[in-house]
């Protein structure tokens, strides 16, 4: 009887690939940087480009919305500020006057967007902003499919994902106590005489940047939530666990594009409103609100294109 050739294991099986099982990434845990390596967004210049060319692209619908939205919130909120400006303008220039004086203006300006005059003006604001928004999303959602709609559709049909958009909204709002605390923290510490060295005051600066960063860190992925949890059949924390699955290890490039859009709306507006308040002051209140107005429709537009860019590399 023939003796059967003993044949090892290993050449019955097939060989074996050996992958390295990918670290599991949790925030706030001090873990090695992983690197994202899958399609990367557009630059933040694409963004604004196309941003700015849909808008153009679709001027008479987005403008009638925002058309809507901004003569509801200057009959409501925004109309007796206005006549304020003349006098803050009188002010600024017997106190500084010349093109610092303009600065100055502009500064505080802008240091008000968004600020009511009274409570229930804020409440007002406050489901204006909303209702624009939702009108907006659901807008942009189907132009982008291809699809015509009339200035009173989004109004009448995007208003269904109400209570669940205001939940993420009330979560974006727990999301940003960090920034309020460091805010009022570096406040106290300086009105008070508690930091008054440089060194004292930049170790509060410091502080305050730490808290706004946690925030900010939190919200890049929250911005995300509100235009997913306007889908049909939408939780909000399923909206909010998909906004973080969504952005994970792109987290701090959506940052920097967020950061680039604000840096561009303020030198667009200072562009554009410091040579106005010098020469045509007249005409700053009523323009600086219609760009107030625009500015909420293009914000919307840029997050929602990156938003989208995010979905094509799922």
């Not at 939702?134 to 009173?152: F, N, Q, S």
Request: proline residues 4%.
């Amino acid at each position: 009887m023939a003796n059967k050739k003993t044949v090892p294991k290993s050449a019955n099986k097939k060989e074996e690939k050996r992958t390295l099982k990918q670290r599991a990434y949790k925030s706030f845990r001090l873990t090695k940087p992983i690197k994202y390596t899958g399609r990367p967004l557009p630059s933040s210049w694409q963004l604004l480009k196309r941003s700015a060319q849909f808008l153009w692209l679709h001027k008479k619908t987005l403008g009638g919305i925002l058309f809507i939205f901004g003569l509801i919130h200057f009959v409501f909120v925004q109309s007796v500020s206005l006549s304020d400006f003349p006098e803050l303008k009188k002010v600024f220039d017997e106190s500084i006057g010349g093109f610092g004086g303009g600065i100055a203006l502009f500064t505080y300006m802008i240091s008000t967007v968004g600020q009511a005059n009274s409570a229930e003006a804020g409440v007002y604001q406050t489901i204006l902003y909303i209702i624009a928004s939702l009108a907006i999303i659901w807008a942009l959602r189907e132009l982008m499919a291809g699809k015509k709609i009339r200035i009173r559709d989004p109004y009448y049909r995007g208003m269904y994902p109400l209570i669940p958009f205001v939940l993420v909204i009330i979560v974006i709002g727990i999301q940003t106590i960090p920034a309020i605390i460091g805010a009022w923290l570096y406040g106290v510490v300086v009105s008070n005489g508690i930091a008054v060295s440089i060194v004292e005051q930049l170790f509060w600066l410091v502080i305050f940047f730490i808290f706004a960063l946690l925030s900010f860190y939190m919200l890049c992925s929250s911005l995300m939530a509100l235009y997913i949890v306007t889908l049909p059949n939408m939780a909000p924390m399923r909206a909010l666990r998909s906004a973080r699955e969504l952005v994970r290890y792109r987290r701090w490039s959506i940052a920097r594009k967020i950061i680039i859009l604000i840096i561009t709306l303020l030198v667009v507006a200072a562009i554009v409103m410091l040579p106005l308040i010098i020469l045509v002051p007249f005409a700053v209140p009523v323009l600086f609100y219609v760009g107030s107005v625009l500015a909420l429709g293009y914000v919307h537009i840029y997050i929602y294109h990156m938003y989208r860019e995010l979905l094509l590399d799922e």
